[in-house]
């Protein structure tokens, strides 16, 4: 079993529509990241949270740390948010890195 | 700008040729660390750096690969002797780890090898 499962693996959506993507992990945390990862490679941290909920603009981040579970929530999606969507739990110095979510957002 | 920044962002070689890439951290930052993104894969740790101290290194990180931080400051990751496996795009981060903190990890835009 991997230490870190995304759900799903690709996402297509029409603009405008509520996007949710899950991530439940196996080893034992302290916090976890959800990284966004454009075409070309550039990576950008989203968010980090190690209890509750986050909110940046259109995005929200919850984690349940009891559960071993995570999810990325984005509001009002569009095409701009398609990306790869990587959650990444950490315990230690190394990041456990899933393959990602490929989130694609049509007009 | 004050993020990592990478150099260079692409690089083509022939087998058997040694890269060279260097990864400039957030200035303020205390750790570095080094992976490596396969086509369609998550990264994968390969090496990371407390200051100038190389603290732990990935069992992917072969002989032929090398890392330094010789100042605490910049990074080098040095490949010999390429072979077409080494094709991926190298991730740089870095970090500020302060005591009762979390080691929130900030991302370069990478440099992708590509071997021929």
């Known amino acids: 079993k991997n230490e870190v499962e995304q759900s799903p693996q690709n996402l297509t959506a029409q603009e405008g529509e509520f996007i949710t993507i899950n991530c439940s992990y196996s080893?034992?945390?302290?916090?976890l990241h959800w990284l966004q990862q454009h075409p070309g490679g550039g990576i950008v941290s989203l968010f980090m949270?190690?209890?509750g909920k986050k909110k940046h603009g259109r995005l929200i981040a919850t984690i349940n740390i009891q559960e071993k579970h995570s999810s990325l929530h984005i509001t009002a999606s569009h095409p701009r948010d398609s990306a790869v969507y990587i959650c990444v739990p950490f315990g230690n110095e190394k990041l456990t890195f899933g393959t990602g979510t490929r989130l694609t957002i049509i007009p | 700008d004050t993020g990592v920044s990478q150099d260079p962002r692409h690089k083509i070689t022939k087998r058997g040729q040694n890269v060279t890439f260097r990864c400039d951290p957030i200035?303020?930052?205390?750790?570095l660390y080094w992976y490596r993104q396969t086509l369609g894969q998550g990264p994968e740790f390969l090496t990371y750096f407390q200051n100038e101290a190389q603290l732990e290194k990935s069992r992917l990180l072969s002989d032929r690969f090398s890392a330094e931080r010789p100042k605490g400051s910049f990074s080098t990751l040095e490949i010999q002797r390429t072979e077409q496996g080494d094709s991926a795009m190298y991730l740089c981060a870095s970090s500020l780890v302060v005591a009762g903190g979390y080691n929130e990890q900030f991302f370069g835009p990478g440099t992708r090898l590509t071997v021929l």
């Open positions: 949270l190690s209890s």
């Open positions: 080893v034992g945390i302290s916090a």
């Open positions: 200035s303020e930052h205390n750790r």
